[in-house]
């Protein structure tokens, strides 16, 4: 459902303005979480609702990626997304702890009805300060925007998995091999996120009560990087060199996770993750936008999202069958081997020109 959430955030982007599809996926999003809470009766419709809208809010991720390759010069745009991950980071990382203390305060709805206040208050705030991105284009009536409004539904629907097609069908197109190598990385990172905590408890006997600050460092070394070191590295690396360094990095992490004998040591290979992932994946989106046309940026970041959905599917099952068969370290070599897979794409990815321009 996030997949499709993020496709119908990109077939709504381009006809309707960024802001109003971010205001309405959030809206969304806020509804999904209140089903989350135990305020229906039957469990199934509660779960099967809320996977519902919680797919069509995923669609925010690309749209606010767009908004920011519209208000952005090519070069500040790694920076600008790399502060977009961060403050996703320390969302983890207080929501977690806000998480855990509602569910105290009011039982099992409590994080579900917090984190929907949440969202409320972020639409609230996207309406009265948030501007629009884009300028409107000038009415044509015989010109594209009016053929596309007269679209038949169905025939949008049709054309709505055409660019992640043209990803597959073209992986060595300049677009397609950077939505590559940020689809494989998220391959091995929800790989890795679907098993750390069996791992933890299994290696370390850590439970529910006592796994808090291993993800605390997880989610706190990611916000500190992407705050200010993305955005140095990218201006003396450029993208290109910041997305292989950022592959090798969390390659690395992977491969020595499974080692360590003590949790400290753990810790330490596990920073490696964050490392690597707040320099591969800011870069990546980056270098989507620059290589893509300024009318089609929701539509590439909406493929990329897109597959990001399908990788987040695929991970997790394929992580935790080999962590219950194989054993528990081969999830993360096999998550190595992933990101060594995305290197490769990622060492064939050279720079173009930058289609994009930037905005004044």
């Not at 977690?96 to 639409?123: D, E, M």
């Not at 936008?289 to 394929?318: F, K, N």
């Not at 096999?334 to 897979?341: K, P, R, S, Y």
């Amino acid at each position: 459902m996030t997949a499709l959430g993020e496709r119908v955030g990109r077939v709504l982007g381009p006809d309707l303005q960024r802001l109003i599809v971010l205001i309405a996926v959030c809206f969304v999003d806020m509804i999904g979480l209140l089903m989350i809470a135990p305020l229906l009766t039957f469990y199934a419709l509660r779960l099967g609702g809320q996977a519902f809208v919680q797919g069509f809010g995923g669609g925010t991720t690309g749209v606010a990626q767009a908004y920011v390759a519209d208000t952005m010069a090519p070069t500040q745009r790694a920076r600008a997304l790399g502060w977009i991950s961060a403050a996703t980071s320390l969302g983890v990382s207080i929501g977690a702890v806000l998480g855990s203390f509602t569910h105290k305060l009011w039982g099992p709805r409590g994080p579900g009805v917090a984190a929907a206040v949440l969202v409320l208050i972020n639409v609230l705030f996207a309406w009265k300060w948030l501007p629009e991105s884009r300028v409107a284009p000038s009415a044509q009536p015989n010109g594209p925007a009016a053929s596309r409004t007269s679209e038949a539904w169905t025939v949008a629907v049709l054309n709505v998995a055409r660019p992640l097609w043209n990803v597959i069908r073209h992986p060595a197109r300049p677009v397609s091999e950077v939505i590559w190598v940020y689809g494989i990385g998220m391959l091995a990172l929800n790989g890795l996120i679907a098993v750390l905590s069996l791992y933890l408890q299994r290696r370390f006997g850590l439970n529910e009560d006592t796994v808090g600050p291993i993800y605390f460092v997880f989610s706190a070394v990611g916000v500190v990087m992407r705050t200010w070191p993305v955005g140095w590295i990218n201006e003396r690396l450029g993208e290109v060199r910041t997305m292989r360094l950022g592959a090798v990095l969390l390659g690395i992490g992977l491969l020595l996770m499974p080692l360590p004998t003590t949790r400290l040591a753990f810790t330490f290979c596990l920073a490696l993750a964050p490392i690597g992932t707040a320099l591969l994946f800011p870069a990546t989106t980056a270098l989507v936008s620059h290589r893509t046309d300024r009318s089609e940026y929701g539509v590439q970041m909406g493929a990329q999202q897109t597959l990001r959905g399908i990788m987040a599917i695929v991970g997790p099952m394929g992580a935790t069958a080999a962590f219950q068969y194989l054993g528990p370290g081969v999830p993360f070599y096999l998550a190595a081997g992933v990101v060594a897979v995305a290197a490769v794409v990622a060492w064939n990815v050279h720079e173009v020109r930058r289609v994009a321009t930037p905005t004044a």
